[in-house]
């Protein structure tokens, strides 16, 4: 089986990270989210990839090239105009031949048991399954209803404004056999959920959901982003972490150079060369990216540091995300805010 995984949006509900760096290349726990779906493929056999692309496209082209230090095979397709999550697919359809297509997001976080999920496809034997996912608010989700059978018999997008008719959400993983392309028109925005998912049921065409209790969020927007940082800390979700694991839930990277006189709660993961000067002090859950600098005395609490950022003596962060290479200037106090450009960080005060 050969996987695409969908990489093409723009991540609006992500700025101000997205302003920087496309969706799925946002950091989490150490990786850039597609990373940990491009493992998560490989864990499962899955050893051809698509990727298609459109927003900042050559940050996850320099990241992963052809993909053979991962011993895959990966491919990319650069849309110059979207194409939908079905248009897009169609353009690399000789990609595929005549093999079942995975499709998966790289801006979502999953631990899906990939090969059980293929199983349950081939058991089904209909044309598509879709990965399910039980959510309290459906209203942000496509939903479906399913028979005794487990088949699909209803699809409903975003139900905001009328009653959901389940609460069984869409997760965006599909597997489908090769016919699947004949429903799908050439040279056209086409979206799955809007438009080739009701016109399979309307022809009659068996699509089955696999109802998984794994861990699957869309990182959609900064505060979801923040508690899956925490979820990885936590062993909720099951992903590889970079660097060794310590006592009381702390992460090391490569040469990460820690004065013996700072105080470090976990869960914290701390990244390859990062610097931790004396006396500062670090309260989990919180999560700096390689090459973070932390001055002494400073205290971070419940915050994320991406790559490179910089705090300086004695400042105060909590509950933030610092962008990277930003600079936190000595003695200065950030609560509750996300600062990846100059723009963020006006009001922030300095320490008397």
């Given at each position: 089986m050969k996987a695409m995984i969908l990489a093409a949006g723009l991540g609006t509900r992500l700025r101000p990270l997205t302003d920087e760096v496309s969706k799925p290349m946002v950091q989490l726990g150490g990786r850039p989210c597609i990373e940990h779906t491009v493992l998560l493929l490989k864990a499962h056999g899955v050893r051809d990839i698509m990727i298609n692309l459109y927003y900042k496209p050559e940050l996850i082209m320099n990241h992963f090239g052809d993909g053979c230090a991962y011993d895959l095979n990966i491919?990319?397709?650069?849309e110059k105009e979207l194409m939908g999550t079905a248009g897009g697919l169609k353009k690399v359809q000789d990609f595929f031949g005549n093999e079942p297509v995975l499709i998966i997001s790289g801006d979502a976080l999953t631990d899906i048991?990939?090969?059980?999920?293929?199983?349950?496809?081939?058991?089904?034997?209909?044309?598509?399954?879709?990965?399910?996912?039980?959510v309290h608010d459906p209203r942000e989700f496509g939903v479906v209803l399913l028979n005794e059978e487990g088949r699909i018999t209803q699809f409903q997008e975003k139900p905001k404004d009328v009653a959901p008719i389940s609460t069984k959400a869409n997760t965006g993983i599909y597997i489908f056999e090769p016919e699947i392309f004949k429903y799908i028109p050439a040279d056209t925005f086409y979206d799955f959920g809007k438009e080739v998912f009701p016109d399979l049921l309307t022809k009659g065409q068996a699509m089955y959901g696999y109802e998984t209790q794994a861990y699957w969020c869309d990182v959609g927007n900064l505060d979801v982003y923040k508690s899956v940082q925490f979820d990885i800390l936590a062993g909720i979700v099951k992903v590889d972490m970079p660097g060794k694991k310590f006592e009381n839930c702390i992460w090391l990277g490569r040469r990460a150079d820690i004065d013996p006189e700072t105080e470090i709660i976990g869960p914290v993961f701390i990244g390859e060369k990062c610097i931790i000067?004396?006396?500062?002090?670090?309260?989990?859950?919180?999560?700096?990216?390689?090459?973070?600098?932390?001055?002494?005395?400073?205290?971070?609490?419940?915050?994320?540091?991406?790559?490179?950022a910089y705090v300086g003596d004695n400042a105060e962060i909590s509950d933030s995300i610092v962008g990277k290479k930003q600079r936190i200037k000595a003695f200065m106090v950030c609560e509750n805010r996300t600062l990846v450009n100059k723009a963020c960080f006006e009001e922030l005060r300095i320490v008397e």
């Open positions: 491919n990319y397709s650069l048991n990939l090969t059980e999920f293929y199983n349950f496809h081939k058991e089904k034997g209909g044309i598509a399954s879709l990965a399910l996912k039980n000067e004396k006396g500062a002090k670090i309260y989990g859950p919180s999560v700096l990216g390689s090459g973070s600098i932390v001055g002494k005395n400073a205290v971070i609490k419940r915050s994320i540091l991406l790559e490179d």
